[in-house]
């Protein structure tokens, strides 16, 4: 019943992503545009990185609705296990556009403040425009995080894990991003607040400088994940041994020999199963045990769309 709820849950949260990444994009294409006011009036390099960081952000929804509305194309001859990958191939677009526009700025902004110091002006427009981003980046972020805590709780694993293991793509990338953001915004506070107090520049930018660095730890992490996918990552561990056994109790079989998965996105799986089948077994047996097996397992894991069984004699594993 549980794994039922999560077939279920997975056509609502497609649909429910769409809604996250376009209320980030809104929200991004509105801070970038009072960020690059703000710090063009106050001369902060530290604000404009954060308005370059919200450009980038406003770029990825693209790339990231993209990535929603292309995978849900159905599987055709040219692509027999549908499109379900698109996902992390524009999420990963996604984190390099991150780190170009985003990172690249900011690094270049710091540097150049550290090198020509200016001093700060129109703190109050700088602080009004912080904190309306951070209000504004904040109800984005905890649209994110309620999905993700859903997803989390229809699949009984805790958020972490999930947000680490099958989180949708499109849904992650929001939520990394508008962490980051949120850590950026206040980074960027600090380097303000430091210049004008002390009246040393320099704090401004070093806090661009600092925003970059943690634009380029968010592209990576989120580079590196999207990559494992693409190249063909399995399901966990605890999720291969269910699948075993369910194989496993299946009249007919005698011992299922290995269990290889791979997600084709984040509600589609790829099994292939070795198993040694009963030697009485009769090739219309066969048959028949082959397609109680796949709905049996289809209605147990509803995530498990391809399923392929090899028959391999127990012995022929052992043999060189």
């Known amino acids: 019943?549980?794994?039922?709820?999560?077939?279920?849950?997975?056509?609502?949260?497609?649909?429910?992503?769409?809604?996250?990444?376009?209320?980030?994009?809104?929200?991004?294409?509105?801070?970038?545009?009072?960020?690059?006011?703000?710090?063009?009036l106050?001369?902060?390099?530290?604000?404009?990185?954060?308005?370059?960081?919200?450009?980038a952000d406003t770029l990825n929804q693209v790339f990231l609705l993209a990535a929603l509305r292309r995978s849900r194309r159905p599987a055709d001859a040219r692509h027999p296990f549908g499109y379900g990958?698109?996902?992390?191939?524009?999420?990963?677009?996604?984190?390099?556009?991150?780190?170009?526009l985003g990172a690249g700025f900011s690094m270049i902004e710091g540097i150049r403040a550290l090198v020509h110091p200016e001093p700060i002006a129109e703190l109050v427009i700088v602080y009004a425009v912080l904190?309306?981003?951070?209000?504004?980046?904040?109800?984005?972020?905890?649209k994110a995080f309620r999905q993700l805590r859903r997803e989390a709780a229809a699949r009984r694993v805790p958020t972490l894990q999930h947000l680490r293991e099958d989180a949708e793509p499109a849904v992650?990338?929001?939520?990394?991003?508008?962490?980051?953001?949120?850590?950026?915004?206040?980074?960027?506070?600090?380097?303000?607040?430091?210049?004008?107090?002390?009246?040393?520049?320099?704090?401004?930018?070093?806090?661009?400088?600092?925003?970059?660095?943690?634009?380029?730890v968010i592209a990576f992490v989120l580079g590196r994940d999207n990559m494992t996918m693409l190249i063909g990552?399995?399901?966990?561990?605890?999720?291969?041994?269910r699948i075993r056994a369910e194989i496993a109790k299946s009249?007919?079989?005698?011992?299922?020999?290995?269990?290889?998965?791979?997600?084709?996105?984040?509600?589609q799986v790829l099994v292939v199963a070795q198993v040694d089948l009963d030697d009485s077994a009769s090739a219309a047996t066969v048959e028949l045990l082959?397609?109680?097996?796949?709905?049996?397992?289809?209605?147990?894991?509803p995530i498990v769309r391809h399923l392929f069984l090899d028959p391999t004699p127990a012995d022929r594993l052992s043999q060189p």
């Not at 698109?86 to 991150?98: D, H, K, N, Q, T």
């Not at 009249?251 to 509600?267: A, F, N, Y």
């Not at 397609?291 to 147990?300: F, H, P, S, W």
């Open 1 to 40: 019943m549980g794994d039922e709820l999560i077939g279920h849950c997975d056509g609502l949260m497609a649909d429910e992503s769409e809604g996250t990444v376009l209320l980030a994009g809104a929200a991004n294409l509105a801070i970038a545009i009072s960020k690059a006011i703000a710090g063009l």
């Open 42 to 55: 106050s001369g902060s390099t530290a604000l404009l990185a954060e308005a370059a960081h919200s450009v």
């Open 85 to 100: 990958k698109e996902r992390y191939f524009w999420s990963l677009l996604a984190a390099v556009g991150i780190f170009v």
């Open 131 to 142: 904190g309306v981003s951070f209000v504004f980046e904040g109800i984005s972020w905890l």
């Open 172 to 216: 992650k990338t929001v939520a990394f991003e508008d962490t980051a953001a949120l850590i950026g915004l206040v980074l960027a506070a600090i380097g303000v607040t430091l210049s004008a107090v002390t009246g040393v520049e320099y704090f401004d930018g070093a806090a661009s400088i600092a925003i970059g660095v943690l634009l380029i």
């Open 233 to 241: 990552k399995g399901l966990p561990d605890e999720l291969v041994e």
């Open 251 to 267: 009249p007919g079989i005698d011992e299922v020999l290995d269990v290889l998965t791979m997600r084709l996105g984040p509600d």
């Open 290 to 301: 082959a397609e109680q097996i796949d709905q049996q397992l289809r209605q147990e894991f």
